[in-house]
């Protein structure tokens, strides 16, 4: 349970054990591409609405994905104040065969903070898209998934 409210699909978002078990093989991939490097991008927005990148690590598991965030970090005010994100894997592949994911949702707090860090906080990550990108000949295939209406998959030229 996060100290912003339960885990449950709150804003019409869903945690990552709800998208993986209705989009599996999508699930998978999106999980490789997390996993294919340490670091990737987190979208936030500032005080005045505009967009704020900010680089960090994720953890994705069979049921959650968590981030953590350091004490007095402009992220961790962004996140606080408004808990929309943009989490984006930052592929560092040229030809994007493998693809180029990004979750969409918001970060609910956790209990607990980070174990020896005093003022870190770790965030739940809730879902409201998904979206993977891929390099396929000569097509660009795109594959979405979002709650409530499932997968999608289009293709363009």
Known sequence: MGTSGPRDEQHGSV??????????????????????????VLGTLRPGGAPRLSGTEVTIEADAITLGMMAGSHKLADVRRDPRVELHSAPLEDDLAAGDAKLTGHLVELDGGVPGQPGASRFELLLTGVSLVQVQGDELVFRTWAPGRGQRERRRR
Do not use: K
């Open 15 to 40: 945690p990552w054990s709800r998208f993986a078990a209705d989009a599996p093989q999508l699930a998978d991939q999106v999980r490789q591409r997390f996993a294919a490097n340490l670091h990737h």
